[in-house]
């Protein structure tokens, strides 16, 4: 299935289903329930849709009803994912509308992992013109590549088959140690493990590297931690009991590295001389910690908007050819991981 055809209507959908067109209109509308439609016959309307590759002509169906036609993007939302990570990103997709003067509109589904067929069956069954997935991991890409979507996707990670929009994770790790050794750091833990989020080998790996090079000793905790700042506090908490001259703690995402932050503040004291924390994200929270987190940015905004660019056909390139756009790795300094002395706490 590799496009919808423009040319089966809906009372061929009907006849392949063996059911009327109004029941047809009301299951693809979602008012089966509504209408007390048998999940049997629900099921026969699908698998007609799906078999003949049926999609509406939305722009008609606006006009019969007096709407100007706009395209309509899907973002999946995986639920795994901190939330201010869709808050960020629809404050980029508004930059986008606004910049681009673009007019659509946006429906976000929720997944996770036990969810994930679903979600490619709604895209599947849907009348979006796009869809862009918040918060994949690999394995959701490997899976969501085999299967057959009719509409451009986006996606934030390398994809073989899929539009993305991705950031230098190796050039992360490289960054963040380097940082950290300017920083004095000459005993660093990395939290390397979390709970249903990819490991980031390529940026752990380059981060280990560039350390050793650098004269920096760095271990990894290999056990699995929750994703979550209590995740963050249990790590922070068996690194300095595991490695008693730890003088740096190096995490995946920020929402961990502000629990690591809170339990050392308030267990170990000084925490901007002895031991220092650095992340990546850019989320609110690290901002709003006690020292600040320095971070390599993770751009979420604008990697929204380069997402909407590609599925509006804004980014002078053609949607239905492979599109992946790189976008800088750039450093935030705070007061968790910095040059200079922090003499505030």
């Avoid at 290999?222 to 979550?228: A, T």
Wanted: aromatic content about 8%; overall charge neutral; glycine content about 6%.
């Amino acid at each position: 299935m590799n496009g919808g055809n423009a040319m089966v209507k809906i009372k061929d959908v009907a006849a392949k289903a063996g059911v009327s067109v109004s029941t047809v209109s009301y299951v693809i509308n979602g008012k089966a329930e509504q209408i007390r439609i048998s999940e049997v016959t629900q099921k026969k309307v699908w698998e007609a849709v799906e078999e003949l590759n049926y999609r509406p002509n939305m722009q008609a169906k606006k006009l019969k009803t007096g709407q100007a036609f706009s395209p309509t993007y899907a973002v999946l939302w995986n639920e795994r994912a901190n939330s201010n990570l869709l808050e960020r990103f629809m404050s980029g997709v508004q930059e986008a509308r606004e910049k681009e003067k673009l007019s659509f509109e946006i429906v976000i589904y929720p997944y996770n992992h036990h969810t994930l067929a679903d979600a490619c069956n709604y895209l599947k069954k849907s009348y979006c013109s796009g869809a862009i997935w918040l918060g994949v991991n690999m394995k959701d890409v490997e899976y969501a590549e085999k299967q057959d979507f009719s509409i451009p996707m986006v996606v934030f990670v390398k994809s073989e088959k899929f539009n993305s929009v991705i950031i230098d994770d190796e050039k992360i790790g490289i960054i963040a140690a380097e940082h950290m050794a300017d920083c004095g750091c000459k005993e660093i833990v990395v939290i390397q493990r979390v709970k249903f989020m990819d490991d980031a080998e390529g940026r752990v790996t380059n981060f280990q590297q560039r350390c050793m090079d650098l004269g920096v000793n760095v271990y990894i905790q290999d056990k699995e931690y929750e994703y979550s700042i209590e995740g963050g506090m249990k790590a922070a908490m068996e690194a300095v009991r595991d490695y008693p001259k730890v003088d740096g703690l190096y995490y995946l995402m920020d929402i961990m590295a502000a629990g690591g932050v809170n339990w050392l503040s308030f267990h170990r004291g000084e925490i901007g001389r002895q031991v220092k924390v650095m992340s990546h994200g850019n989320a609110i929270f690290s901002k709003c910690t006690y020292p600040q987190i320095t971070v390599t940015n993770m751009p979420i905004e604008e990697m929204a908007a380069e997402g909407i660019r590609i599925l509006s056909g804004k980014n002078n390139s053609n949607v239905l050819e492979q599109t992946c756009v790189k976008l800088p790795t750039t450093l935030i300094e705070r007061e968790s991981c910095t040059k200079k002395r922090w003499e505030k706490y």
